[in-house]
């Protein structure tokens, strides 16, 4: 099975560091992803992760630990339009049944 | 040109009617999804095909069917509405089933509103 679990919601202020956690148990673990969804609109890719270690992608960087079933999303020098929601998502064993399950998403509002 | 495209965006209904949503993707993936977003804006998987062929179905009730005539369209038609049905729909599309690092895109939404 599959079970993902993130903080419902988190604030920062504007130009400021944030850190998004995510654990999750996945059987047969094959990525994790992070969408970002602003109010109203679909979800749009940010990162994946599939071996351990950090993966950086100008302000955002993603990080993952297997052992752990732990991930996180740093946000740096955070923009007003960074206000959305952000959505961690592990993905299971590469066969028939491969889906990808999204997390309940952490709703990041950020202070001027 | 939009990857994944869904009509209608905006749908208001009476209880108990049936009502469709369309999906088509034209970026020539093979895997195509339907996910329900909540009040609580829970993404929730609720079926997905490959192919045409159905894969996933996650304990949806049985109102609800996909149809995929191509792989580049899955539509969901909803029988009997009800007001536990209100909700966005997102239709997804990703490439090639089983190949590591599949990214799903989304189409922008169906938003619908049972009364």
């Known amino acids: 099975g599959q079970n993902i679990d993130q903080p419902t919601e988190m604030t920062a202020t504007e130009g400021a560091i944030v850190q998004i956690n995510c654990t999750y148990q996945t059987s047969g673990f094959n990525g994790l992803f992070w969408y970002q969804q602003h109010a109203g609109e679909a979800p749009t890719f940010l990162s994946y992760?599939?071996?351990?270690g950090l993966e950086e992608k100008g302000r955002f960087s993603s990080f993952l630990s297997r052992s752990k079933g732990y991930s996180y999303l740093l946000l740096k020098e955070l923009q007003m339009k960074d206000s959305a929601s952000y959505l961690c998502?592990?993905?299971?064993?590469?066969?028939?049944?491969?889906?990808?399950?999204f997390g309940k998403g952490t709703r990041l509002h950020i202070l001027p | 040109d939009t990857a994944v495209s869904q009509t209608p965006k905006y749908l208001v209904t009476q209880m108990g009617n049936d009502k469709s949503i369309k999906c088509e993707q034209n970026l020539g993936h093979d895997t195509m999804y339907w996910y329900k977003q909540d009040s609580k804006k829970f993404l929730k998987i609720m079926f997905s095909?490959?192919?045409?062929?159905?894969?996933i179905n996650e304990t949806v009730p049985n109102r609800f069917s996909p149809k995929s005539p191509d792989k580049a369209h899955l539509n969901l038609h909803i029988n009997s509405l009800e007001l536990g049905d209100s909700a966005v729909y997102f239709c997804a599309s990703s490439h090639v089933r089983g190949s590591s690092g599949n990214t799903i895109y989304f189409g922008e939404g169906s938003w619908l509103t049972v009364v």
């Open positions: 992760n599939v071996l351990d």
């Open positions: 998502a592990s993905r299971g064993p590469l066969n028939r049944d491969d889906k990808i399950i």
């Open positions: 095909y490959n192919n045409k062929e159905l894969i």
